[in-house]
Each structure stands twice: as C-alpha cells, then as structure tokens.
C-alpha cells in the first residue's frame, strides 16, 4: 500500500518485540511495554519519511513517513499569498477574544435545592441555536456577502455612480441587480433564523416540576439553575446535567435512553445516590445538609468524578459519584421518575460542550469562480491602464482610468451571482421533486454543486449502515447445520427431548436433563443430535446478562401491588430492548460486588417501567428483555435470547442471584447463578456459572468470539472452516461451549477467585489468570450464526461509491468486533482485502511501533479505536493520515461526536479534498456539521442528524442517485453556466474597448440604460439560464458508469484552462462583432448600434445552442422567446440606439433595418463570429471525444 514511501530502520529485531506481534497472549500483551529504556528510545526518536533514507533492511520496524512539506514562503511573497489574509484572521480573533474573554472552567461545590449558596455565577439554561440576534442580523448577512471578492466589487461600483464625474449610465443598470441578490439572501437567512429561534422557543418553554421547600413549582426550562432540584418524570427530556439522588422505583435505579447524545439506541443504567434514596420522603431532601462535589465541565461523555456529602450525619456520610449516578442533558428518561440536582447548566452541559457551532458552508465552486473573478478583476484594471496610456495621461488621467474601470466593469457581470443562485434553487427542486428518492429535503441550498465534488465520504454505522436489528441465522453442531428453514426441526427436538424428561419424572422432583439414551440399539459412541440440540439451546438460554422484565397492563399503576396468582407467562405483547449499561459502572459493581439490577434494552418501541413482580409471582403482563452487558453488543444477545423462546425455551424470569426458564410444556426450570464473568474487548467472551434447582448439578457455559474461543474448546475439525464461512456470509458467529464442575471443584474455585479480587496489586490480572484456570478443555456445543441486518441495498450503494472513486470510512460508537463485522458484511471492505486491525496504544514508542507494522502492509483496511486515534493524532497527526488516507476503507470504532467531527476537519485540512458525512443520530451532528457536504438520515434515533444536515434522506441507498445523478448535473451546469455568464460580460467589454479605441480613446459607452440591463436580462437570461436543464448522460447511465463521476473531482469542467478559452472565445467574437460592424457599414456608421447589438444577442443565441448537450423543450422556447422579445422591443428603444449620452440624431430607423442589405451583413457578422467555433467542437467531439459522449453514442 505504501511502499513508494521509504522508511529507516529504527533498530535490530528485538525478540521482545517479535513475541509482541506473534503472540496472542495476555500477559505478554501487558507486559510488551515495560522495558523502559525501549520506550523512551523510540519516544526521543523522530520519524523519517525522506528518499535517500531508506535502506533494505530486514528488521520488521521501521521508522514512519514524515509528509513531504513544502518549503515555507517567507516575506513579501508570504504576505501577498494570503498572509495579509492570516494577519487579519488573527488580530480580529485577538479583538474578539479580548471583548468576550472565555470564562475559566473550575469544578465546583453544590449544595442540595440552594442556588442561592453557588459561590460564581453559571450560564443561563437556555438552548441557543440561531446564528444572530437582533443587532447583528444585517452586519451579519451583508459580511457573509460581501467577504466574497464578486460582490465588494458590485459594491464599490454601484456606490461610484454616486459620485456625478464618474457617472457613465442610470443608477438602476448597477443597483437593481445588486439588490436583488441582497434582498433573496437576507429574506432566505430571515426565514432560516426565525424557524431556528422558533425551535429554540419552544425547547425553552418546555415545563419541568422543580422541588422546593413549599412543594413543587414548575419551571420553564431555560430558567432552571445549577443547585435546583428538578422532577423529570417518564418520556420527558432530562434538561440539563444533574447527579441522579432519588427515583420512584424501588430498585433504586432507572433507565435512561440516550441516543440523541451518543447515538446508540440502548438504553443506560444509572444509579441513584443510595444516601438520598434510603430518605423515607421527598421532602427529607430539604431537611439535611448536603452538597455534591462536581469536576469542571468538560467532554467526554463517558465519565464523571464527583463526591456526595451528607454534613449533618454522625459521622459525615461520604459517597463517590461515577457515571453511572448522573443524567446527562438531552437524553431521555425511560422507567420511573427521578429527582437529581442540576450541576452544569446551559453552555457547560456535555451535549452542548460536544456540538459544534455549525459554519456558513461555502462551495468549492463558489470559491473557484471568485477566484476568477479576481483575474478577471486584474485584467479589467490592467486593459483601463492601457486604455489611459494610450490617451497619452490627458488631462484628469486618474478620473478617465475610474471611468474605464466603470466602463469595463461588465468584465465581472452582476448576473453571475443572481443566475448561480437561482440555479442552485432550481438543483434543489429538482432534487425534491425526484421520485427515485422520495422524502429527500434540500436544507441548505447553497452547495448542491459539492454533491458533485466528494472524495471521501464519512458514514456512522449503526442506523445508517444498519438496521440494528438482528436475526438468528445459523446453527452449527459440527455434524449437522440448521437454517433459518430448518428452524422447525430444533423446536420439534426440544418439545420432544422436554417431554420424554416431564413424563418420566412426573411426580417426583428429580433431574430436569433429558433422557441421554439413544433412540437405537447402537452402542452410545456419541450423544444423539437430539440431546446435542437440547444442550446446545439451554446454554444459549443461560449464557447470557438478558432479563425479562414485566410491565402491568394499561390501568395498572407503577405503585400497585401484584396479586398472587398462578405462573402464567402469556406471549401476548411481549416485546424486547437491546440496551447496554456504561462499562465503567458495570466494572465497578463487578469490583465492588454491588448488587445492580440488569439493564433494559429497546428493540422496538413499546412502554415500560422497572416495577416487575416479586421472584415468586407473576401476571400475564407484557415482557421485554434486559441486558447487563457492556461490551457483546446487546442487540445480539437479545436476538439470541428471542431465538431460544422462538424453538421453545423462554426465559421467564431474572434476578441476581437465579434465572427461570419456562419449557414448551409449560414448566418452570429455576438455575442459580454463582458466577458471571462479563463480555470485555480484551477477553472477547464471557461467562457464567449455574446450578441446576432439581439435580444440584454445577455447569460452567461460556460463549465468545471464535479466536478466543478456539484455544479453550477441546480439539475439533470444523470451528475454524465454519466461522469462515459464516463470516464470509457476513454472519457474526459466537462459539458456545460448557464444563460440567463437581462441587469441590468449584469450592476451590470460589475460595480462588475471591482472593485473587482482594488483592490490591494487579488484581485484574489474578483474577484473569484464576478464571483462565477453568477455561480448559470446555464441551465445544455449538457455533451460532446472528445477522445484523443491513439497511437496503447497502452493499450495491457502497460498490458504486467505490467505483465513482469515494473513499469511505465508516466512523462509529459501536465495538471493534461489531464495527469490523459489519465492514465486511456492508462490503466497505472487499473479499479480496486485507484487515489490518490497529492495537490498543497509549504512549508514543507504542503508536510509533503500530504505524510502523501498518505501514507494511498492502491494500488493506484500516480498523482502528478512537483511543488509539487519540494517540497517534497526538504525537504522529501527518504521518497517520497520510497512511490512513492510502487505505482503501478505513474503520473507527469507540469514536466520540467531537472525535467524529475531528477527524473530517483532519482530512480536509491534510487532503484539501471535499467530504461529505451521513448520519442519522444526534451523535453525528458535528460530523455532519463540519463537513464539506452533510447528510442526514431519518431514522429511529430520531430527527435531530437529519434536522441539523444540509441534505436529509429517507435511505441510505439514496445517497447513489443524490451523488451520482443530481450533485453530478449540479456542478456541470453551474461550471457551464458561471462560464457563460462571464463570456457574455467578457464579450461586451470587449466590444467597448474596440469601440473607445477607435473613438480616440474617449471614455464613452457604448450601449446604454436600458439596452446594457435587457442584454443581460430579457435578451438573453433565459437561454442561458436554461443551462440548469442541460445533461450529458441520462440519469440510468450516470448510475450505470459511476466513473464518470471520477473526473468531476479533478475539477476539469471549471478550471483556469477552460476559463482561458472562453476568455479567448469572447475577445474573438468582441473583436468580430465590432471591427465587422465598422468595416461593413461606413456608409452607415451612425447606424453601428444597431447593426452590433443586433449581431450580438444573435451570437449569444447561437452560441447557446452550441454550449447545450441535450436538448430539452424549454430551452427550444427561451431561445424563440428571446429572440421574439428582442424584436419586439426594438420599436419601443429608438432613443437607445444613439452613440454617447446624446446621441447623433441617428435615431433607429425601422425602415434601415428591414433592408435586405442590413439583414444579410447582420447574419454575416454573426456566422463569421460563430461558425469557427461549431467547426472546432464537431472536430474536437470526432477526434478527442470526451468520455460521456462515447457513452451516449
């Protein structure tokens, strides 16, 4: 991939280091950075990426690639390209800086329900969105128009006619246009600013119940402050960030849902302040004397260090606050309701602090263009100096030059801005009303054309790439395979296998195990599959951190008592959730063997409380799952755990300490759980131990991915080749496998295990190795196949993107595991590629190492976890994107939202290429903003991706038609069209320079009033508009050769060599149009005006037609209808066909130019003027087609 660039060797091969890269194991991959002196020798050590440096050794570690950088401009030369530019950005950010001067963070002290006592003022808790106020609305909008070189020049000289000795023609030729496109762009922002301000208002005004000491108050939202004690109830939006003291569930916990902070759709554990939560009521909260230590705001969204203090207790209560006892702004409770005390308020509260303030995007088009218009500019000054010197600097010189700068100072034509920007209104509607993709809103109207223009494109995953549902697709036993058709043989074997053992055990409490006997008379040399099914769905029915948790039916309070009645579990409205608790909080009780319930998980919608029946007594009430996990994606054990309730066995109830299980014949199964060792990245795999209820039996089940799965199952033939082709499928396999323990063994377990977590020194290393103990020689039972179901036509979508020459890199919150999976599953990766998964890294001589190792490798994709971006963005930014870059695809998983938006800003930076970035979730909203181009997806994480995106789609499939068709067209006819339009300013003026040249250089107009504003409006406007209707290649041959999407990103269609030959077109047909006016008509010179004017809207006419590639009707009817105009005008404009302000007496005679004389000099000026150049293009189409035309042919 990367071998054109060189790299030093850093040092021999190092045994050490070899173990590193060849070994899997653990405890070498602790300790593979600990010899100091290595580390500090690689971090002392630069990166080299030179030429001559290079040196063929054999060492597996090389130094990376330093980026090529240019050599710095210095001085004048630094100044003049765009330094001046540098030294203004920064003096005006120094003023502004020094205006509004940034309060510091600091953490801070809180007491419980006294704002009063906060010892500094926080920010307001208003939701702020819109760009201006009152005050700055019009600066605002005319700086964002008149930063742009085009209109300051408009500006400059519409407001020189002010001024009577420069005046040269009627005010309303140079003011009319200009505000035009001031009163279209300040109605537009207008518009955009009162819906943002309406938005804002009605979050503002949202109602919470505030808890004081008189009782409750409601408090708009914008007013509650840091120290309030605020009532959130079900369904509502959490206002602002609080520390969670008290809920009404009797757990002491509840759920919250936050995908419109983090964009996973799972639901979060959060735990109250068991201090607050153990006061007998509401109102005690006022009676003590307590305070929550908070730290300063910050970021990360993933964890929180605070303390809770209780003062008036004997002695003082004290209490570690951790993420899990806090509810973050923005994120949405989900059961019960729950009472916290607000501690970051406003601006300070994380999901503000991880958005980003959105940007006036501005296309690459636009910026190209008023970079031509700064050449134009030059030439206009340099051909008014020619003009003066050739005058001989007569005179008040100074005023002649200003007057032929006004003069030709339709070199740069107004109407560009106006046609571009009703052309861009027109892309949009086109794209709106386009029923290939329907619901597709065009937000942003002022770049379709970068649609055109994408290199890289940055796509989350989940709900974008995803359904983020999953189904059950595979069963493996080794000797046999069941299907998704062949479902209903496993659900025939375990109605029959649970049958048999009820039948013979009926009346007596024995085993609930299945008979072992086989069917036939053959000697027992292996179990039956009957019993090898059996097995091999109770593990998958056990192994596993899924609750079912019950909700009473409509009526039936959170607060009522259940009724003993008979286990009755009905599959009436049971519905299920994929959740996830955060890790840190999961690791923590593991630790500290706090008892927590498990988690809910959402799948579909449904409404739930936590207010579930005791362990005893259940209703016929609605059931959904929960899951405690926080690493195997939830969505998976979910779906695992539906599977074994679909072939009957259904997990009824879950609690700390047990889990039933309800079998096809109705009876319940009760296993105590002894053990569970949760899902983590390093592990990949988890595990639980249960005893049987009826036979005391002790079973160890452990399920996990297949590398870490196959070292630990006995030895077998078929895991390896199986999870190939699972994978391959884009399947994600889980080995399961079980051990049978004695009670001695697992007595010398237990006593083993508990020491190994009081230890103080490398605990989690004991306590790995004691669990490794047991992880021996396990029963291989199975090997399942789950998939996550793509959203439609991702894959096909995907391929075009990578055949129009996008680079795609999928950017998510999700894990590695999942995020790796879906990459092949999607085909982001090819079959053919290579994966290069990147490793956990943490200091400089480790990142330095990994980059080295990537760089090896050939055309493969990159995998790589935000922390690990963290650090090589640190130390190694340059390098690493520009090896990322070379990758085909590239993966980021555990990406945060300012991450996210971090890494497009880098590629833009690094590349200077367009990106464009699709998601559907809050979390993508800063990636979406920072982007060149931002698309968002309605989806089940709600509106706000969509809502805050430039262009929102229903689809993610859309995106091909968006791209291909609509940003292709977009961006070729606005180059046709920008072009044109400075052809036809370049072409007058170019006709006023010969003119002025012949009459000794005065400085008088040509054409005047209302024939300069009609040429550039009625005579012409809508042929040349009708650009916005030209295509190459219809939209099925677009879609069909996503390559020619290729060449747009060259930015061949608008360049400095297409400009110039349409400069020289214009300066050819200026001088034709002119010179021939004058030679053919010297007996009738008075008449010039007429003859040139009428032979230049007919050449504009033609010249139309020649630039059009398709026709389409209306362009047929604005050629006529312009043409028609201008003959009907001509009896209406005598007066303005004179030479100078008074004309010669020579007013338009009708009956002049009805003479055949005159009508056949007009045509011949015209042809000589055109013909040429219709010669040019036939020979240039037959002899050097471009690459659409040998399409359409």
Wanted: glycine content about 6%; charged content about 20%.
């Amino acid at each position: 991939m990367a071998d054109q660039i060189p790299l030093q060797p850093v040092a021999r091969r190092d045994p050490r280091r070899a173990a590193y890269y060849s070994s899997a194991s653990a405890a070498r991959r602790h300790s593979r950075y600990q010899v100091e002196d290595e580390s500090s020798h690689l971090d002392e050590m630069p990166l080299m990426m030179s030429e001559e440096g290079f040196e063929n050794d054999e060492s597996d570690y090389h130094t990376l690639p330093r980026a090529r950088i240019s050599q710095r401009k210095r001085g004048l030369e630094w100044f003049i390209c765009g330094g001046w530019k540098f030294l203004c950005t920064s003096c005006s950010d120094w003023l502004i800086n020094i205006c509004r001067r940034k309060k510091e963070l600091k953490a801070r002290t809180v007491w419980l329900g006294c704002p009063e006592k906060c010892e500094e003022k926080y920010p307001k808790n208003a939701i702020k969105n819109q760009k201006y106020n009152v005050f700055t609305f019009i600066p605002g909008v005319l700086y964002e128009q008149f930063k742009f070189f085009l209109n300051l020049y408009f500006l400059v000289v519409s407001c020189s006619q002010f001024v009577p000795a420069l005046k040269i023609g009627y005010l309303y030729t140079y003011w009319a246009p200009l505000g035009f496109v001031l009163t279209v762009t300040v109605v537009r922002e207008a518009v955009d600013e009162y819906r943002r301000y309406k938005r804002d208002k009605e979050m503002n005004s949202q109602l919470y119940s505030k808890l004081t000491v008189r009782g409750k108050v409601q408090v708009k939202s914008s007013d509650i402050q840091v120290g309030d004690l605020i009532i959130v109830e079900k369904n509502q939006r959490i206002p602002s960030d609080m520390v969670f003291l008290r809920t009404s569930e009797k757990t002491g916990s509840c759920f919250i849902r936050t995908d419109q902070l983090d964009g996973e759709t799972d639901w979060k554990l959060k735990v109250a302040v068991s201090c607050t939560q153990r006061l007998p009521a509401l109102g005690d909260l006022f009676s003590i004397n307590a305070y929550v230590y908070a730290q300063k705001p910050q970021l990360d969204i993933h964890s929180f260090e605070g303390t809770f203090t209780r003062e008036d207790s004997d002695p003082a209560v004290h209490e570690s606050l951790s993420i899990e006892n806090t509810l973050w702004a923005s994120t949405v409770v989900a059961s019960g309701t729950v009472i916290g005390v607000v501690i970051y308020t406003g601006k300070e509260t994380r999901s503000v602090m991880n958005t980003s303030n959105p940007k006036n995007k501005v296309g690459l088009l636009d910026l190209e263009l008023n970079q031509l218009t700064k050449a134009l500019f030059l030439a206009l000054v340099a051909l008014s100096i020619v003009m003066v010197t050739l005058q001989g600097f007569v005179g008040p010189w100074y005023r002649n030059l200003f007057r032929f700068l006004l003069l030709f100072s339709y070199i740069i034509p107004i109407s560009l801005r106006v046609n571009l920007d009703m052309g861009k209104a027109a892309y949009g509607w086109m794209i709106m009303k386009d029923d290939n993709i329907p619901g597709t809103v065009v937000r942003t109207s002022t770049i379709p054309e970068e649609l055109g223009r994408l290199v890289y494109l940055l796509t989350d995953k989940t709900g974008t790439l995803t359904q983020n549902e999953m189904i059950f697709k595979r069963l493996h036993l080794g000797t046999v395979s069941y299907g998704t058709d062949t479902m209903d043989e496993i659900q025939s074997h375990i109605i029959n296998s649970y049958s048999q053992v009820h039948s013979q055990n009926s009346g007596s409490n024995v085993s609930s195990t299945p008979s072992r006997k086989p069917q036939s008379s053959a000697p027992k040399v292996r179990k039956s599959v009957s019993s090898r099914i059996h097995e091999a769905v109770k593990a998958i029915a056990l192994c596993h951190n899924v609750t079912p948790v019950y909700e009473s039916r409509a009526g039936v309070s959170g607060e009522t008592e259940y009724a003993e009645v008979d286990q009755d579990f009905s599959d009436e409205n049971r519905a299920y959730q994929a959740s996830s608790p955060d890790e840190s909080s999961f690791l923590q009780a593991e630790q500290t063997q706090v008892s927590q319930p498990f988690l809910i998980a959402k799948m579909h919608q449904a409404h739930y409380h936590l207010c579930g029946p005791p362990l005893d007594t259940f209703q016929e009430i609605p059931v959904l799952f929960v899951l405690g996990s926080p690493e195997m994606d939830t969505v998976l054990q979910v779906a695992l755990v539906q599977w074994t309730e679909s072939v009957g066995l259904t997990l009824v109830n879950r609690d700390l300490t047990s889990m039933q299980l309800k079998t096809p014949g109705g009876h319940i199964l009760t296993y105590y759980i002894l053990q569970i060792f949760p899902f983590t990245s390093e592990s990949k795999r988890m595990g639980i131990i249960v005893r049987d209820e009826s036979s005391g039996d002790i079973t160890f089940y452990m399920k996990g991915a297949d590398v870490a799965m196959s070292t630990i199952v006995q030895y077998n033939d078929w895991l390896e080749e199986e999870c190939g082709n699972m994978a391959r499928e884009g399947l994600r396999t889980l080995v399961v496998a079980k051990k049978s323990l004695t009670e001695e063994q697992y007595q010398d377990f237990e006593s083993r295990y508990n020491q190994a977590k009081l230890s103080i020194h490398d605990r989690n290393l004991k306590v790995a190795a004691v669990v490794e103990s047991l992880e021996r020689e396990m029963e291989l039972l199975c090997l399942t196949g789950v998939e996550d179901q793509l959203q439609a036509d991702v894959r096909p979508t995907l391929e075009m993107l990578r055949n129009a020459g996008i680079k795609i890199w999928m950017l998510t919150g999700d894990k590695l595991e999942t995020a790796t999976c879906i990459a092949k599953s999607s085909h982001l990766v090819s079959r053919t590629q290579d994966i290069h998964i990147f490793r956990p890294v943490t200091t400089r001589g480790e990142a330095h190492l990994e980059l080295n190792a990537f760089r090896r490798k050939h055309d493969c994709a990159l995998v790589i976890s935000g922390d690990s971006l963290e650090v090589c963005l640190k130390y190694y930014e340059h390098e690493f994107v520009e090896l990322a870059c070379q990758c085909p695809a590239v993966v980021c998983c555990r990406c945060s939202p300012t991450q996210k938006a971090h890494i497009v800003k880098l590629l833009q930076h690094h590349t200077g290429k367009r990106t464009c970035a699709i998601g559907d979730g809050g979390n993508d909203v800063s990636m979406i903003q920072a982007a060149d181009c931002g698309i968002g997806i309605e989806g089940k994480e709600g509106k706000q991706a969509s809502l805050a995106a430039d262009f929102s789609i229903t689809q993610f499939k859309h995106i091909g038609r968006l791209l291909m068709v609509h940003g292709r067209n977009s961006y070729k006819r606005s180059a046709a069209l920008g072009q044109f339009v400075m052809h036809r300013g370049l072409i007058i003026s170019t006709m006023q320079a010969v003119f002025s040249s012949v009459f000794y250089f005065a400085s008088v107009p040509l054409y005047q009033g209302f024939l300069m504003v009609g040429y550039a409006t009625i005579y012409t406007m809508f042929p040349v508009f009708s650009l916005v209707l030209d295509q190459d290649v219809k939209p099925e041959m677009a879609l069909l050769y996503p390559e020619l999407y290729k060449d747009l990103t060259k930015g061949r269609s608008l360049s400095f060599k297409t400009f110039l030959i349409w400069v020289l077109i214009s300066i050819y047909q200026g001088g034709i149009l002119m010179y021939g006016a004058l030679l053919l008509f010297e007996s009738e010179f008075v008449h010039v005006v007429a003859i040139s004017f009428t032979a230049l809207i007919l050449t504009e006419l033609l010249m139309v037609a020649l630039t059009i590639r398709t026709w389409h009707w209306l362009m047929v009817v604005a050629e006529f209808l312009s043409l028609g105009c201008y003959v009907a005008s001509l009896a209406f404009l005598n007066e303005y066909f004179g030479i100078g302000r008074v004309s010669f007496g020579a007013f338009l005679d009708v009956a002049f130019i009805t003479t055949v004389t005159f009508l056949w000099k007009v045509s011949a000026i015209t042809v000589v003027s055109c013909l040429p150049l219709y010669i040019l293009k036939y020979l240039k189409r037959k002899f050097s087609p471009p690459s659409y035309s040998k399409l359409t042919s």
